[in-house]
């Protein structure tokens, strides 16, 4: 789409895919909602369906490094997106784009966990991921004015279906799993992050890392929780716990 601006009284032409919609744009469980999810569903069938021949394929290194170059730059590009001036709109708050994001590490870690098959990786992300990032899924809040239309609305679903892919595939195809060990790791790298979400929460007002400090732009089924710190804390913390425990449940038990 093309948006006609003038500033400074001179027109200027733009293309609008890289700026925000209207709120309400992208409707939960409607078609631009589960399509993505459908196609994430799909790769991780065919992965798990032949996983044994994609391990066995001699391009499966170089599989396993263009999914990590996609995971990176999805996460890079949401950061090109708010501080290229002339590629958004939207101008930059260091109260919102900061990298203090579960789902935004996580990707991160999935990219190097793809390249170098490290265990202490593998168990972080898989926790934050089947535990954590699972939220992002079922309630997309952060992008309800993000429609297909839009460059973010492909950022985020590239994401984030891909931390999901990632974690099918290093099971599957590298066998790797996880232990009672590493949800301890998870749940030790997970403290560190929310401390450094909670400072930069009381440093910045308005600033609401890891959704400590209050409910989410647009509806989540985080929005229920009280937006005392210490109750929302402990209430998170538990739930958590809980999460970590379920995700962990399938290995406990074979």
Known sequence: MIKFIIKEGVLMIRLSFFDNGEVGELKYFGLG???????????????IKYHE???????????????????I???MSYFWLKLNPKGSLV???????????VCGWACVFGSFLLLSKNKT????????????SINALITPAV?????????????????????FISMIYMIYVHQM????????????????????????????????YLFLASVEEGDSILNVLPTNLGFRLLIMSSIIMVMYFIVYLPWFIK
């Open 33 to 47: 909602h589960l399509i993505p999810i459908i196609i994430m569903g799909i790769i991780i069938f065919l992965i």
């Open 143 to 163: 992008i309800t004015s993000n429609g297909p239309t839009h460059f973010r609305y492909y950022q985020f679903w590239i994401e984030h279906t891909m931390l």
């Open 177 to 208: 799993r996880p232990t009672w060990r590493s949800m301890v790791k998870s749940f030790a790298a997970l403290l560190v992050l929310a401390l450094i979400a909670i400072y930069v929460n009381h440093l910045l007002p308005g600033a609401n």
């Open 73 to 75: 730059i999805a996460e």
């Open 91 to 101: 101008p930059p708050n260091v109260t919102d784009h900061l990298p203090i994001t």
């Open 53 to 71: 021949h994609i391990r066995n394929w001699r391009h499966e290194p170089g599989l396993r490094m263009a999914m990590a170059f996609v995971m």
């Open 121 to 132: 990786l593998f168990d972080i992300n898989y926790f934050w991921v089947f535990a954590g």
